[in-house]
C-alpha cells in the first residue's frame, strides 16, 4: 500500500488558507500547515500585547480552513464583535474589533499555559484535518531594511512605509518550534503562499532552523504565486522577483512556479486601482523552474482570489508525479 505523501505549507493569512481548503479534499496526503506569528495588528496584535503571548489570528483562520466541515464552532471562530454589538454588552472599548476564536485561543493559552495546547485543542474540536504548527513560540517582533535604508519595526507597519523592501528579520534570536523543523525535515513537497511575501511568508523560513531544515530537504519547492501585488510590499514587483524574494529569505531554490493566467476583467481590476494594486506578470521567458500556468482564479464584483478547488486540482495532478 502506498503511503501518504506528506506535504507542509507554509505562509499565514487568507492566502495559505486558500491553499488548504483546496489541500483537504485531496486523498492520501499528510498535511502540515506551518504559520507565522509575527502579526502586531488588530484584534491579533492587541491580545499578544495584553497577554504577551504568539500572534494567533493566522492560525485560527488556517484551522478553520482546514475543518472537516463548517460546523457552529467554526463559525463562532470567525465572529468579529462590531461596535453596535460590543455597545450593546457594555463592553465597547474592551470587545470591539475582537474576533471570538482569537479570545479562545488566548484563554486556552493562559489556562493550559501552552499556545501548542491551545492549538491542539481547539484543533480537536474542529475536526481538523492535518497538523497546524506555529513556526516558533516566541513573541516576535519582524523588522524590514528598506532600500533607502529605513528599518521599519513591526509587521503591520511594514505594508505602510511605501518604500521598497530589501529583507525582513527579527530583532532577538528566535528559534523554530521542533514541531515545524520535523514536518519540513519529513516532507515530500513543501509549498509557499499564496500571500504576502515579507509578512506572512518570509517571517517563517528566515528562523535558522526552519531554513537550515529547507535547505536539507530533498523534496519539491513550490510556490503558488499571488495573482495581484500588494502595495507597500510588491508595488511593481513581477512573477520573479516574488520567487526572488522567496529563494532570497529561504537561501533555497524553487522547483515548481504555479501561475493564474485566467483573464481577469477589466469591472474587477479597477477597484484595484485605487489600492494601487496590479496584475503580476510573468517578465522573463525563461526560468529555472517549472513554470505551470493555469485558470485559478474566480472574481466577484470587487476581489479577485484563487479558487480552493481549482487550487486541489493543479496540486492534485502535481502530486501525481511526485509520487
Excluded at 38 to 55: K, Q
Excluded at 210 to 224: C, D, H
Excluded at 264 to 293: G, N, W
Excluded at 298 to 318: A, C, G, M, S, W
Amino acid at each position: 500500500m502506498e503511503r501518504n505523501l506528506k506535504v507542509v505549507v507554509i505562509g499565514g493569512g487568507t492566502g495559505q488558507s486558500t491553499i488548504l481548503r483546496g489541500l483537504k479534499q485531496i486523498e492520501n496526503v499528510d498535511i502540515t500547515a506551518i504559520v507565522t506569528v509575527a502579526d502586531d495588528g488588530g484584534s491579533t496584535g492587541r491580545l499578544r500585547r495584553a497577554y504577551h503571548i504568539p500572534a494567533m489570528g493566522d492560525i485560527r483562520s488556517v484551522m478553520i480552513a482546514l475543518a472537516e466541515s463548517e460546523s457552529l464552532m467554526s463559525i463562532l471562530m470567525s465572529y468579529r464583535f462590531e461596535k453596535d454589538e460590543a455597545a450593546e454588552l457594555g463592553a465597547e472599548n474592551e470587545l470591539v474589533g475582537h474576533n471570538l476564536g482569537n479570545i479562545i485561543l488566548t484563554a486556552l493559552t493562559k489556562k493550559t499555559g501552552s499556545f501548542m495546547d491551545a492549538v491542539t485543542t481547539i484543533s480537536k474540536v474542529l475536526n481538523v484535518k492535518g497538523d497546524i504548527v506555529p513556526s516558533t513560540h516566541q513573541v516576535v517582533r519582524l523588522l524590514a531594511r528598506m532600500e533607502d535604508g529605513t528599518i521599519v519595526k513591526g509587521e503591520s507597519n511594514i505594508p505602510t512605509s511605501r518604500h521598497r523592501i530589501l529583507e525582513v528579520f527579527y530583532d532577538v534570536p528566535v528559534k523554530a518550534t521542533k514541531e515545524a523543523v520535523n514536518a519540513i525535515e519529513q516532507a515530500d513537497v513543501i509549498i509557499f503562499g499564496i500571500g504576502s511575501i515579507y509578512t506572512s511568508i518570509c517571517p517563517n523560513v528566515i528562523i535558522p532552523e526552519i531554513r537550515k531544515a529547507l535547505q536539507n530537504n530533498k523534496g519539491q519547492k513550490v510556490y503558488v504565486a499571488n495573482a495581484m501585488s500588494q502595495p507597500g510590499e510588491t508595488e511593481g514587483y513581477g512573477l520573479e522577483d516574488h520567487v526572488q524574494a522567496i529563494e532570497q529569505h529561504a537561501q533555497v531554490k524553487m522547483d515548481v512556479v504555479i501561475y493564474a493566467n485566467d483573464i481577469i476583467p477589466t469591472s474587477v481590476l479597477v477597484r484595484y486601482v485605487d489600492r494601487e494594486a496590479f496584475p503580476v506578470q510573468i517578465k522573463a521567458k525563461e526560468h529555472d523552474y517549472k513554470l505551470i500556468k493555469k485558470k485559478l482564479l474566480k472574481f466577484d464584483t470587487e476581489r479577485v482570489r484563487h479558487d480552493p478547488n481549482k487550487i486541489r486540482d493543479v496540486l492534485e495532478e502535481l502530486f501525481r508525479k511526485v509520487r
